[in-house]
């Protein structure tokens, strides 16, 4: 998607191991998100920011931590991975404005995490 | 808070059919409403949304949806489908006097067209 990406796209890594995945966005927006999408679940927020160095807590955000140094990257680490965590994980950023609210999110294209 | 209910998982149609995409939604306060789809192996795509105004709003690639305060519902209809449409489609929802709030999404339709 113009103006965000995420990386890696695909990972597999072995349970208990750290894993950190990145968003980066050239739009200068404030808001960046992340959330995990699993079959049946939708898509889940697990954390967000709405600055550097702002970060919030989503519904499901035991065992994942965020950073955000830099407007334009938005960090996702996984502290001990669990097969649980084996999930398609997307980025979102959107636009400060209460009046632009309204455009929504634009999405990365996702990384697909399989823990084994 | 909000929830989004998408009461159908699975929606399996004939090319050519019409469809429709149901979404209910609970807000205690006024909200935004948005439909994404997702094609295979891709990132969320926003299709159409109601911000305000006419309840009948339209969308890329011939959808349409209509926003029903009364019944809180968000329906997604397209009068023909193509096999192009096959994706899974989310509807969102987002309250509308908080600045960078979160959209909260629901479980998915799954959209099969058949030949």
């Known amino acids: 998607d113009a103006g965000i990406t995420q990386s890696p796209r695909h990972k597999v890594t072995e349970t208990g191991t750290p894993v950190t995945l990145r968003c980066h966005q050239t739009?200068?927006?404030?808001?960046m998100y992340w959330y995990r999408q699993d079959p049946g679940h939708g898509l889940r927020l697990i954390h967000y920011s709405y600055g550097v160095k702002d970060t919030d807590k989503g519904e499901v955000s035991d065992g994942y931590s965020v950073s955000r140094s830099k407007t334009e990257d938005f960090l996702l680490t996984l502290e001990s991975a669990t097969s649980s965590q084996t999930s398609v994980y997307f980025c979102?950023?959107?636009?400060?404005?209460?009046?632009?609210?309204?455009?929504?999110?634009?999405f990365g294209s996702g990384t697909r995490l399989t823990v084994v | 808070a909000q929830s989004v209910t998408q009461l159908d998982s699975q929606v399996p149609v004939f090319e050519e059919a019409p469809v429709e995409l149901r979404c209910n939604y609970s807000s205690s306060v006024s909200v935004y409403l948005f439909w994404y789809v997702q094609y295979p192996n891709q990132g969320l795509q926003l299709l159409l949304k109601?911000?305000?105004?006419?309840?009948l709003v339209k969308g890329i690639n011939g959808f349409e949806a209509e926003f029903n305060k009364s019944q809180t519902s968000f329906h997604l209809r397209k009068p023909s489908v193509h096999i192009s449409d096959t994706a899974e489609y989310f509807c969102?929802?987002?309250?509308?006097?908080?600045?960078?709030?979160?959209?909260?999404f629901g479980e998915g339709t799954q959209l099969t067209v058949n030949p």
């Open positions: 739009e200068n927006h404030r808001y």
């Open positions: 979102a950023i959107s636009e400060s404005k209460v009046w632009r609210l309204g455009y929504g999110y634009t």
């Open positions: 969102a929802v987002g309250p509308r006097e908080t600045s960078g709030s979160r959209l909260t």
């Open positions: 109601y911000l305000s105004g006419s309840t």
